[in-house]
């Protein structure tokens, strides 16, 4: 029987769409036609393969708004939002569109020959793709591996498929041949543990949680199979006394609240300087409670709903009777997985509400005494993905960048991603990095060459 799955609005909780669910014998065969498919297509032209991504960037440019009204439907993103992923997937694809021609070895001075290097495409990649930004991450596994030569098989997560099978029509009316790139929507117990234990996937790209990351991870080790992990984030914004507060406490609803809260780089955990505490927390509530959060297709929305049911439960729990909440925002009463915009003034770094990726509009604000005990705070996680940093001193800002465990660093701004430039946690936020010229490397393999010359 052929199972299949009701894809949910969750500002609205109407089915959108029913998607069959792709079998495990299903997934072996994709794989197969994939591993047929890699030795044509690492043979195209460079400047050939640069065309075709291009063309894909041009169709993805084309349906811009279509993938992004998709996205609202199916993962109750904001309108704005949807619009910014759907292009990073464009300006992805034209960035590592460049890259074929540009992939080139080396040649090493040895004695009695030539030594040369190949960067070499890995066969297969599989890349599984979590439901919090569905467009954006799934490109920034399948953009630089088409474009070192690889061929892909993606699973999109099974509550938001729609945007990813859209994207596979639009490479596949490019000209990137069905083969090469291949969407199996499907349960990650079934089709992304075949990524995992399939000899003939190469590497796999895996973003989500990281208790999930680490049996991947456990998965590969069995064929020492390469792997790239984008995991979880309890990110601290950190605002010391000499800041612009204003900016900082109109920033920072932004840089939690956004997509709900559902974001790796959420800064779910503010720190802050206990001499401006109590300013901070009169300014940070206004901007808070003026959150607007309702229908994520109007053009004025700022939070859509959370993804599911199941998902709001889990947020949910972390607010019992008596939670330590500061101050709360409003939302919609339903129907729809709405939560409101929360402040928690939790105990200490190791509350839950403070060390739990929670996943959700909850943010823990926690004053620190001075710079060491600032840094101290920010690295007592097990996570180090991202963090922020608000000062009007350069060197603080340098020497707080430089002692925080974390991959990705912003100075006055909760920006991280960028497209050409790397993105990637320390400690247990993953392995690896993403984006720019760095997730190149991790889509080949370098080979070299010696050459006798002396006969
Ligand atoms: P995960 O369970 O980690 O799912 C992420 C992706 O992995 C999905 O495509 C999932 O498929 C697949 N998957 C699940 N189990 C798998 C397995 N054993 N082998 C291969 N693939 C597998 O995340 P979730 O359940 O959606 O969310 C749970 C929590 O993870 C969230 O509350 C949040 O804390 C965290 N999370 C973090 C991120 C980022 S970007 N760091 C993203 C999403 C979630 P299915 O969809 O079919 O389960």
Not at 23 to 30: L, M, S
Not at 212 to 237: F, H, P, S, W, Y
Not at 328 to 337: C, E, I, S, V, W
Not at 379 to 400: E, F, H, M, P, Q
Request: some cysteine; overall charge negative; hydrophobic content about 45%.
């Amino acid at each position: 029987m052929t199972a299949t799955f009701d894809v949910i609005n969750p500002a609205t909780e109407q089915v959108v769409d029913s998607v069959r669910l792709v079998t495990a014998e299903e997934t072996d065969a994709a794989i197969a036609r994939a591993a047929k498919a890699f030795p044509a297509w690492r043979a195209v032209a460079p400047g050939d393969r640069a065309r075709l991504l291009r063309r894909f960037a041009d169709a993805v440019d084309a349906d811009l708004e279509n993938l992004a009204r998709l996205e609202v439907l199916n993962a109750g993103h904001t309108i704005g939002n949807a619009r910014w992923e759907a292009g990073n997937v464009r300006d992805v694809l034209h960035y590592y569109a460049a890259a074929p021609e540009r992939l080139t070895g080396r040649q090493i001075p040895v004695p009695g020959g030539v030594d040369l290097t190949f960067a070499e495409p890995l066969g297969v990649v599989g890349v599984i793709v979590p439901w919090n930004f569905p467009m954006p991450i799934a490109s920034w596994g399948f953009a630089p591996a088409l474009a070192a030569g690889n061929t892909v098989v993606l699973k999109p997560a099974e509550l938001t498929p729609l945007t990813a099978v859209r994207l596979a029509e639009l490479a596949h009316q490019a000209g990137i041949p069905e083969d090469v790139f291949q969407v199996l929507p499907g349960k990650g117990s079934v089709v992304g543990q075949r990524f995992v234990t399939h000899p003939l996937v190469r590497k796999v790209v895996f973003t989500g949680s990281t208790e999930v990351g680490k049996q991947i991870m456990a998965g590969c080790a069995d064929q020492v199979k390469r792997v790239t992990l984008e995991l979880g984030g309890k990110n601290a914004n950190i605002v010391f006394a000499d800041a612009d507060l204003e900016k900082a406490a109109a920033a920072a609803p932004y840089g939690v609240f956004d997509n709900a809260g559902q974001d790796c780089c959420a800064r779910s955990r503010i720190l802050v300087q206990k001499s401006v505490y109590d300013r901070f927390m009169e300014l940070l509530e206004p901007a808070v409670l003026g959150v607007v959060v309702g229908d994520p297709g109007d053009e004025k929305t700022e939070m859509g709903p959370l993804i599911s049911h199941g998902h709001r439960a889990k947020v949910r729990s972390y607010l019992p009777e008596g939670a330590p909440i500061a101050f709360q925002g409003k939302a919609p009463d339903g129907p729809g997985y709405w939560f409101p915009p929360t402040v928690v003034t939790p105990s200490g770094v190791r509350d839950p509400l403070a060390a739990d990726e929670i996943f959700g509009p909850i943010v823990a604000v926690l004053p620190f005494a001075d710079e060491a005990d600032a840094i101290a705070m920010a690295n007592d996680t097990d996570y180090g993905l991202s963090a922020s940093i608000w000062t009007r001193d350069v060197g603080r800002a340098l020497r707080v960048s430089r002692a925080v465990e974390a991959g990705n660093l912003s100075v006055n701004s909760h920006s991280s991603v960028r497209y050409w430039t790397p993105f990637g946690g320390f400690k247990q936020s993953g392995l690896g990095r993403e984006l720019g010229p760095d997730a190149l490397a991790a889509f080949t393999e370098t080979k070299n060459v010696f050459i006798d010359t002396e006969g």
